[in-house]
């Protein structure tokens, strides 16, 4: 019961517009009797996570409540993407904001990665950010591979980084926590992504959203009513397996073998890795209206399955091709009855990070409202 009040508590305060109440308001809002009430925020004041700002101005004769602020950067967790490419470090607080934010090319292996990179990287982003190690309760890990977070294992090969089915990186993983003194957290990478963009957008647990990338490999990310849909193989979203044709017959092709980079390189002659540049200009148009056209097809299979409103696109293909592939994908939409959808790019840089640190934010709330319990 105590933790289930202090949750209680906690969210309520979190979920106000300005983040200021007083134990009374919080009584009356929460139905939690008010000494029981007291005796909480007593606990969150210890932890730094509420401090007292002055007295509520009330009519009347009577002792004026206290008013309480919630103090997000009480707390932070760290999240960390990797995409074969690039790394991401961000600091990320209570309030899912992001406080810090590091990007570096890296080219390494997955083992190199977690034996030698991350650890090395992120003590220096911690020193660089005058992060107190104390206040890091957890840190988030994003990678471009299906993972079981709980026992952290690839479900499905993962060529972009060099693994097969059932890789095991408990013994890495625990060799970080053991080196940071807190959690750390496996997750795939667009699921963290998609996490990310909700965050940003700050809906809420009645809001869906779907996170589509276009980089070396397509996939999605799916949250539905606020929470990650991982699936039964913790392979939900894989729309690289999505068919284009006349599959029973062997005559179609699945959405990764079409809008790949390699095959846009083959069927058009343009590297989508390079620059944009004005003589190519025409040819890139072209690209954009040939990845919309099979884009389109599979947000309205999508949406026709999970009516979702919200859909983000990502990726390097996205960012290469621009506001040019939006356009044609939202004429496409409309002209099949899908204007309605809300179509938009990312809106952090950051995402993954982000993504990642929220989700490890939101495993360690139970070790703040239990902090106590060891004493």
């Known amino acids: 019961m105590k933790r289930i009040n ?44 509420l401090k007292g700002i002055g007295t509520q101005e009330v009519s009347g004769a009577g002792r004026k409540p206290t008013l309480l602020e919630f103090v997000p950067e009480a ?6 993407a990797f995409d074969g490419k690039y790394l991401e470090c961000v600091c990320v607080n209570l309030n ?40 890091i309760i957890s840190i ?14 690839t479900t499905t090969p993962s060529p972009l980084i060099g693994l097969g089915a059932n890789h095991d990186f408990k013994e890495q993983f625990d060799g970080l926590t053991a080196r940071f003194g807190c959690p750390v957290l496996i997750e795939n990478d667009v699921n963290a992504a998609a ?35 991982r699936g039964k193989n913790f392979a939900a979203g894989e729309i690289a397996n999505f068919i284009f044709g006349d599959a029973l017959h062997h005559e ?15 069927q058009f002659h343009y590297n989508i890795y390079e620059p944009p540049c004005p003589e190519g200009e025409v040819l890139r148009i072209r690209v954009a209206d040939y990845i919309a056209r099979h884009l389109a097809g599979i947000i309205m299979n999508m949406e026709s399955v999970l009516n979702v409103n919200y859909f983000v696109l990502g990726g390097f293909v996205t960012e290469h091709l621009g506001d040019s592939l939006l356009e044609f994908l939202h004429q496409y939409l409309s002209t099949s009855g899908f204007g309605h959808l809300d179509i938009t790019p990312v809106s952090s840089l950051f995402a993954t990070s982000k993504g ?20």
């Open 252 to 266: 179609g092709a699945t959405a990764e073998a079409l809008l790949t980079p390699g095959r846009i390189l083959s």
């Open 356 to 375: 990642a640190g929220s989700l490890a934010s939101d495993k360690a709330l139970d070790y703040i409202l239990t902090r106590d319990d060891a004493e």
């Open 195 to 229: 996490i990310g963009e909700f965050k940003e957008r700050l809906l809420t647990s009645r809001d869906d959203l779907v996170y589509i990338t276009l980089g070396t490999g397509i996939g999605s990310g799916i949250v539905l009513n606020g929470k990650i849909r």
């Open 140 to 153: 988030g890990l994003a990678l471009p591979a299906a993972v079981d977070p709980n026992r952290y294992q």
């Open 75 to 80: 707390f932070c967790t760290l999240g960390v």
């Open 6 to 49: 202090r949750n209680t508590i906690f969210q309520y305060i979190r979920s106000r517009e300005h983040q200021v109440v007083s134990c009374v308001q919080i009584s009356r809002d929460t139905k939690i009797s008010l000494p029981t009430v007291l005796k909480h925020v007593d606990y969150f004041e210890k932890l730094n996570i």
């Open 96 to 135: 899912y904001e992001v406080l810090y934010s590091r990007r570096a090319a890296l080219t390494c292996t997955i083992h190199q990665l977690l034996a030698q990179e991350i650890p090395v990287r992120l003590e220096e982003f911690i020193a660089d950010c005058g992060i107190a190690p104390d206040a």
